[in-house]
C-alpha cells in the first residue's frame, strides 16, 4: 500500500453500503454525507445522529512520569485532571504557535488518552516523542487500536441508555468511563462539537460495525440518522467551536484565537513554549489581536474561508469559516476582525464575495446554544 493510498475505518464497507458520498479527509476516505446534509444537520439538533469519527488520533501515555510529560509538552495543567475526567488543550510550539487543539482523557493515575485531530496526529505524536525525553513515560501511537463512533444530539441520551448499564446520568460533559454498550466494551465519553448532548465511543475496530448496527436499531424509533463530516462542519460553525486549519493554526497563539484560558501559567513546571506565551499574553492584554466573531448574513450568498471582510473600505479582518445555516436559515460565518469592529452590533461591516461587498451582521459566538 503506498502512503498516497488514503486510510479507510472499519466501517468504509457500510458506509458506501448506505450510499454515502466518500471524500478524502485529511488522508482518511470518510463519509461527507449519506443523502441531505440539511436533514442530517437538522436530525442532530432535533432528534439524534451517529457519525464515524475512526479517523481522529488517538495516543496513550502511560508511566509513572505520564502527568509530568504531558503538564510539560501541553499548555494545560493535565496532572490537575481526575481520573475518568477530559480536558480541552493545545499543544504549542517553541514560539507559542498552536500545532493542535486536543482532548486528553485520564484513563487512570498513570495512562492518559490524547485525541488529535486527524491531519495533526502524526505531528502531535512526533512532539510528544520528541518532548517525552527524560521522563519515565511510553508515548504510543494506538490509531489503528481504536475505531470512533458518535451519537449526538437530544435524543442520544436515551439511545445509548437502551444500551448499556453504565452510569450516564453520572457522565459529566469532559468525562469519560469504561462500559459495554450492546456488549461491546467501550470507553464511552462525552464531550461532543455539535452543540448538542452527545457521546463518543472508543471502541475495538473489530467491534465497530456491530456497534454501528446496534445504535441505528437503537435509534429507529427516535429518528436517529447517519451523518456525515459535512453537517458535522455546519453544527461546530453554529457552536461556535474552532476548527484546526480555519480558526488555528501554528501561526496563531491560543491568545490570539481568545483562547488563552487554556494556558495555565500556575501550573509547576517549565512547558514548551511558556516564555513566547507570556508575551503572547501581556500583548493580547495591552493590544488585542484580532478577534473572532460571529457574522451573519443579510443577504443569500455564502462568505468561504480566505474571504476579506471590510468597513468603509479598508480590509479589517479574514472569514475563517463560512456556511449556510440550516438552523438560523443564512449564511453565517467565524471571521478574525480588527478589534475596532468586534462588538455585536458593529454597523457597516462587509464581506467581499468575488468583488461585491455584501452586509454582515457582527454578532457574539456561538450562534446557537442549545437549551439545557
Known sequence: MSSTEPRRTALDALHRSLGATMTDFAGWEMPLRYGSERDEHNAVRTRAGLFDLSHMGEITVAGPGAAALLDHALVGNIGGVKPGRARYTMICREDGGILDDLIVYRLGETEFMVVANASNAQTVLDALVERSAGFDAEVRDDRDAYALLAVQGPESPAILASLTDADLDGLKYYAGLPGTVAGVPALIARTGYTGEDGFELFVKPEHAVELWQALTKAGEGAGLVPCGLSC???????????????ELSTDLTPFDAGLGRVVKFEKEGD?????????????????????????????????????????GGEVIGQVTSGAPSPTLGKPIAMAYVDAAHAAPGTEGVGVDIRGSHEPYEVVALPFYKRQK
Request: glycine letters at 10%; charged letters at 25%; zero cysteines.
Open 232 to 246: 458535522r462542519d455546519t453544527l461546530r460553525l453554529e457552536a461556535g467551536m474552532p476548527l484546526y486549519g480555519n
Open 271 to 311: 512547558f514548551v513554549g511558556r516564555a513566547a506565551l507570556t508575551e503572547a499574553a501581556e500583548r493580547a492584554a495591552t493590544q488585542p489581536p484580532r478577534v473572532l466573531v460571529g457574522l451573519v448574513a443579510e443577504g443569500r450568498r455564502v462568505p468561504r474561508s480566505g474571504y476579506a471582510v471590510v468597513a
